[in-house]
């Protein structure tokens, strides 16, 4: 489904991605983990086509078709979605005013006809329960006032709605509670299918009880140095990243 | 014989000297007399200039320079589908139509009025309603220091008058549009409005400024309002000028106790526009919303000079002014408070937002607060920005494409401050307006 090939991702006069490898399939989880500043927002931004983001070298292919030549919209219609590690605020636009426009967007996109107010209405009132989201946040404007949790809930109530083929998490567990977390992993397992893919960025193995991932990557200076099943987390979380960068130092060293 | 005013010779005296002699309310003293003050006033003071602290930001040397025709006769008549476009679809209003600055009885509609309310001409108030117009014409709109005030005193003719007694809530909206025709060369107009609102009464009037064409010509607009005690008064002015011309107006409210008033002010047309609100809070408990879009592009340069003065204790002023500027186009905010002695209590609120669509853009915004009581709250806010790509970015990752999120930021942010606007009609007029904008907006983009 997703193919990236020697990803090098420059910000100002700044190399922050060197060359990422990474392969997604049809149906599977990933998550990639790391400490700060090691680029994993630069990789979800890039993948969702954040233009501030120069792509320098390499090549990222979705459903075989070249990424790096769609705009943010068009691989929204694709079927990519982004859950932002920092949700935008945007005053003055209604949350259920967004979510409507951007199915309705992605609607035409792939040719089909637009939801009926009426319809719409039915399954946003649905995933809203789902996600144990008030009503009152359907009229509010997009993530203002919203606090850190009821953003990272709004993120997965969107990626309800707007079912993607390729999920992208941006440190969706963050600053959630155990109840939160809870309630948010559980939106993402009920997507879970053969058919849909999630890349889930996180710091904590903790989230990774509750969305067990197919593999682990981890991302360290711009690269994946190390790769593995979801073990490779538990391992993280006791040991810290400090081994694997000495053993992916020696690994260039030799 | 079109009658002309320049600065240069005998200067703008010379051609009054030559309107009095047939102007309209011909042989009433009380109104010689405010046109006799008003000329020598204007004589006296000249236009402005940027020593004027107040005019710093705003260079009216193109209106003082350009000679003027005062049309007297030779005026366009006009089929009312021309005025379609300028109309509220839906809304039933009381119409009150002037053509290059004279009233049209043809496409004028006044219709069966609720008793005691007048809604006419004011050339024709001079005469039928003269008592009334006599009590407040000209006794708040002072011209002391206001050059463009006195200017249009000295020439003012006609314009709007609308009357709602005691008591009566006057249900349709009164329109009063100014349309200027297609000019050959540059025209002045001085339209004239007087509103009187009386105890426990309320009224919603929209002036309207539009113009069938581009052409160059000035609108020098004074109106008076007057909002008696407990009174509810929404005033519109929808500024749609051709992109050549100039546009002075003022408002002047005047306030009685527990009243309120809802100024909304939508600026979009216009070469040099300058809009100057001024309500004064005579009473106790009044309420004052001043709320306010500018739009421009282009060279267009829109000034909006707020004076609110806060005369007696426990009132509320609210002013929340957006713009958005793109070209090289060039706004000014500013917000002036002036919190006399007495009045305490005083909770006045004042925010000016900026949004920059080109880097050739410029806003001056400034606020100036002059409070003399010491029991008092404001607060007042600027913010110049541009228009927020990670918001863009946000609404396209979901799919929204880049022209469509752009236009969803714009209007979340011009929406502010027309969605106040109590009757429905009119603000959805407006927001087409604004719809209009950005499409037109884009079509220059892509050119
Ligand atoms: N817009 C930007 N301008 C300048 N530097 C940037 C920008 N965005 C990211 N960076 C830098 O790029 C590096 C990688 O940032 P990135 O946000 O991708 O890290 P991260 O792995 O997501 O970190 P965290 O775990 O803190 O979220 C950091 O050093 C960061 O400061
Ligand atoms: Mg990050």
């Known amino acids: ?254 | 014989m079109d009658i002309t005013l320049s600065t240069n010779g005998g200067g703008y005296r010379e051609g009054y000297e030559e309107f009095k002699k047939n102007a309209t309310g011909k042989g009433l003293a009380w109104l010689e007399a405010i046109r006799e003050q008003g000329i020598s006033r204007f004589s006296e003071l000249g236009f402005p200039t940027a020593a004027n602290e107040d005019w710093r930001f705003t260079n009216v040397a193109p209106i003082a320079r350009t000679p003027f025709s005062l049309i007297r006769n030779g005026r366009e008549k006009l089929s009312p589908r021309a005025l379609k476009p300028y109309e509220f679809p839906g809304l039933e209003t009381i119409d009150l139509v002037f053509v290059d600055g004279a009233y049209s009885e043809e496409l004028s509609k006044t219709g069966t009025l609720p008793g005691g309310v007048r809604v006419e001409n004011l050339a024709r108030a001079f005469e039928s309603d003269e008592g009334l117009v006599k009590e407040h014409l000209s006794a708040y709109a002072d011209f002391t220091d206001e050059a463009f005030t006195a200017l249009n005193a000295a020439f003012m003719e006609d314009g709007g008058f609308v009357y709602v007694p005691s008591g009566v809530r006057l249900e349709k909206p009164v329109h009063i549009l100014f349309v200027t025709t297609s000019r050959t060369r540059p025209t002045i107009e001085s339209p004239r409005n007087l509103i009187v609102v009386e105890d426990n009464a309320s009224a919603e009037v929209v002036e309207q400024y539009v113009s069938l064409d581009e052409s160059v010509y000035f609108s020098n607009v004074v109106t008076e309002l007057v909002a008696g005690e407990n009174s509810s008064v929404g005033h519109y002015l929808i500024e749609r000028e051709s992109k050549k011309a100039f546009n002075i107006s003022t408002l002047r409210a005047e306030q009685k106790r527990s009243s309120n008033i809802r100024s909304h002010s939508v600026l979009l047309g216009g070469a040099l526009v300058r809009n100057n609100i001024h309500p004064v809070l005579g009473g106790e408990g009044c309420d004052s919303l001043i709320n306010g879009l500018y739009m421009s592009t282009g060279r267009q340069h829109i000034d909006n000079y707020m004076k609110v003065e806060h005369k007696s204790p426990h009132c509320d002023s609210r002013q929340f002014y957006n713009g958005v500027l793109d070209g090289r186009s060039r706004g000014v905010f500013h917000g002036r408070i002036i919190v006399h002695k007495d009045a305490q209590k005083t909770d006045a609120k004042q925010t000016n937002r900026n949004l920059l669509l080109s880097d050739n853009a410029q806003i001056d915004t400034k606020p100036q607060l002059e409070i003399y009581a010491d029991d008092v709250k404001c607060t007042h806010g600027a913010t110049i920005g541009q228009m927020d790509e990670n918001a863009i970015f946000y609404l396209r990752s979901r799919g929204i494409p880049n022209e469509t999120a752009r236009d969803v930021i714009l209007s979340a942010f011009t929406s502010g401050t027309i969605e106040s606007m109590h009757v429905r009609e009119i603000r959805e007029y407006c927001e087409n307006l604004l719809d209009d904008w950005f499409a037109q907006r884009r079509l220059a983009e892509k050119d």
């Open chain 1, 1 to 254: 489904m997703l193919e990236i090939k020697n990803l090098h991702v420059k910000v100002g006069d700044q190399e922050i991605l060197k060359g990422l490898d990474l392969t997604i399939n049809t149906g599977e989880v990933h998550s990639i983990m790391g400490p700060n500043g090691s680029g994993k927002s630069t990789l979800a931004q890039v993948l969702a086509g954040r233009e501030s983001y120069e792509v320098t070298e390499g090549e990222i292919l979705f459903e075989g078709k070249d990424l790096l030549e769609l705009a943010p919209e068009e691989r929204a219609g694709e079927g990519i979605f982004l859950a932002f590690q920092y949700p935008v605020e945007i005053p003055g636009v209604a949350n259920t005013y967004l979510l409507r426009e951007a199915l309705n967007s992605i609607r035409k996109y792939r040719g089909e006809e637009p939801l009926k107010h009426v319809e719409f209405g039915k399954l946003a009132k649905e995933k809203m329960d789902k996600m144990g989201m008030p009503d009152s946040l359907l009229r509010r404007s997009v993530n203002e006032g919203f606090s850190g949790g009821e953003k990272k809930r709004n993120e997965i109530f969107q990626m309800q709605v707007l079912e993607p083929r390729l999920a992208i998490l941006d440190e969706t567990d963050s600053g959630l509670d155990i109840d939160a977390l809870k309630i948010v992993s559980d939106g993402v397992n009920a997507l879970r299918s053969p058919e849909r893919s999630f890349l889930v960025i996180t710091h904590y193995q903790r989230l990774l009880n509750y969305i067990v991932p197919d593999f682990v990557h981890v991302l360290v200076g711009g690269r994946i140095v190390k790769s593995g099943g979801k073990e490779l987390a538990i391992e993280l979380e006791d040991r810290g990243y400090g081994w694997v960068e000495e053993e992916s130092r020696q690994a260039v060293n030799n």
